[in-house]
């Protein structure tokens, strides 16, 4: 059964400052990897898919790596911006399409 | 990108009720479609698949007779919560598959529903 941990589960950093999410998963044999982010009651914005052939996705300030084998992902956020403050989920997919969602990591960036 | 659309985005029912939630693809064909809740504060969990003209394939523990769900069109799929007490109150969110961008899910608004 997948198991996905997300470290950390609270960061609050200054506004400019670059960031690290960790995204783990138990059961490496996944079809790919998607980061969300998800705002107060709302529902979920896809920000990168990474194939398991990839090794990283980049999409503007955003850049999503996959190390399939070791279990885990990071999502680096370049010159983080208040706008960024939100819940970033990860969710490894496997061979049924099914997304198994992380913990997720609150984020807060001060202005 | 792809845009899902669910209605209603809140609804409130008296316990005993049934309420039906409605999950669209808006600009693409999905032929499968998935339903999660979410608890305050917690993460996303998967109640079931749904797939085009065939039956949904639901997750250990989630009883398909309390969430019904159907799937009758390629931009439809709906949810019907039956006899919904209390405990049911939650935000469910669903999405949908889009086969032209490979495996990517596209998530719709999410429903927050209060039982009282």
């Known amino acids: 059964k997948q198991e996905v941990t997300q470290i950390p589960a609270a960061l609050s950093v200054p506004e400019g400052e670059n960031l690290v999410l960790n995204c783990s998963f138990t059961?490496?044999?996944?079809?790919?990897l998607q980061w969300f982010r998800q705002d107060p009651g709302k529902g979920l914005t896809s920000l990168l898919l990474?194939?398991?052939?990839?090794r990283e996705q980049t999409s503007g300030r955003l850049n999503a790596s996959l190390d399939k084998s070791s279990g885990r992902s990071t999502l680096y956020i370049a010159a983080s911006q208040p706008g960024d403050s939100a819940t970033y989920l990860c969710?490894?997919?496997?061979?049924?399409?099914?997304?198994?969602f992380g913990t997720g990591t609150l984020l807060a960036v001060q202005p | 990108g792809a845009v899902v659309s669910q209605h209603p985005s809140r609804v409130i029912c008296k316990s005993g009720t049934s309420v039906k939630i409605e999950c669209r693809s808006l600009d693409f064909q999905a032929t499968t479609m998935f339903w999660y809740r979410q608890f305050p504060k917690q993460s996303l969990m998967l109640m079931a698949t749904s797939n085009e003209g065939s039956k949904a394939t639901y997750e250990q523990g989630v009883e398909k007779d309390k969430f019904l769900i159907n799937h009758a069109s390629l931009t439809l799929s709906t949810l019907t919560v039956t006899s919904a007490h209390p405990e049911d109150s939650s935000f469910y969110i669903c999405?949908?598959?889009?086969?032209?961008?490979?495996?990517?899910?596209?998530f719709g608004p999410g429903t927050r529903l209060t039982v009282t």
């Open positions: 969710a490894p997919g496997g061979a049924t399409n099914k997304l198994i």
């Open positions: 990474i194939q398991s052939s990839q």
């Open positions: 999405s949908a598959r889009d086969p032209a961008t490979g495996y990517e899910q596209y």
């Open positions: 059961d490496s044999a996944i079809y790919n």
